[in-house]
C-alpha cells in the first residue's frame, strides 16, 4: 500500500512544517493559525570549542542561513575563541569540508555575520582583545543572552 498524500500530510501533528531552502525563497520555520508563513529573521550560533567536528557545522549552518537571508550571529567562548584569534582558525581542519575554516570565516564575514568574543570567559583561557583578528566584536553573559532573546533561531556548538 502506497504512503500517498503531500509530504504536510504525511508529518506529525504538532510538527512545525518547512519549507524554503531553494535560492530566492525564505527560510520558513512554521506559520501561525492563519497560515501565514512566519520568516525566520536572525540566527544566532554558540560556539564553545575548537574541536574540527564542532566548529565546522556552526559555519556550515550559519552561511547557509546566510544564503536564505538570515543575519547571522556567532559567539565564542572557552576554546571556541582560539577560531577567532589571529591565525587561529588557519591550524584548524577537517578532511571533506566544503571549504576551509579561514574560507568559512571570509564568506560569513562577507555576508555580515557578527563574531562575538565572550569577554568574560578571557580570564579562565588567558585571552585579551589584541588576540583577535580584526571585526570581532566583545560581549559577555549578558550579551549572549540578549541576542538569544531576539532571535528567531539559536543553535549550541560545544
Known amino acids: 500500500m502506497s504512503k500517498g498524500g503531500s509530504a504536510a500530510s504525511r508529518r506529525a501533528p504538532g510538527y512545525?512544517?518547512?519549507?524554503?531552502?531553494?535560492?530566492?525563497?525564505p527560510s520558513r520555520f512554521h506559520e501561525d493559525a492563519k497560515g501565514?508563513?512566519?520568516v525566520a529573521q536572525k540566527m544566532l550560533v554558540f560556539c564553545g570549542s575548537d574541536d574540527p567536528d564542532k566548529v565546522f557545522p556552526p559555519f556550515m549552518l550559519g552561511c547557509g542561513a546566510q544564503?536564505?537571508?538570515?543575519?547571522?550571529?556567532?559567539?565564542?567562548?572557552?576554546?571556541?575563541?582560539?577560531?577567532?584569534?589571529?591565525?587561529?582558525a588557519e591550524g584548524i581542519e577537517l578532511p571533506g569540508a566544503p571549504?576551509?575554516?579561514?574560507?568559512?570565516?571570509?564568506?560569513?564575514?562577507?555576508?555580515?555575520?557578527?563574531?562575538?568574543?565572550?569577554?568574560a570567559a578571557f580570564p579562565i583561557v588567558g585571552a585579551q582583545e589584541d588576540d583577535f583578528m580584526d571585526g570581532v566584536e566583545f560581549g559577555g553573559v549578558a550579551e549572549f543572552v540578549s541576542l538569544a532573546a531576539e532571535a528567531?533561531?539559536?543553535?549550541?556548538?560545544?
Do not use: H
Open 99 to 119: 571549504n576551509t575554516l579561514p574560507g568559512f570565516l571570509q564568506v560569513a564575514k562577507e555576508n555580515g555575520a557578527r563574531l562575538i568574543a565572550c569577554s
Open 67 to 88: 544564503a536564505l537571508d538570515l543575519e547571522l550571529t556567532l559567539f565564542f567562548t572557552l576554546t571556541g575563541l582560539n577560531v577567532i584569534k589571529k591565525g587561529g
Open 36 to 38: 501565514t508563513p512566519l
Open 152 to 158: 528567531d533561531v539559536v543553535l549550541t556548538f560545544c
Open 16 to 25: 512545525p512544517p518547512w519549507r524554503g531552502g531553494r535560492r530566492g525563497e
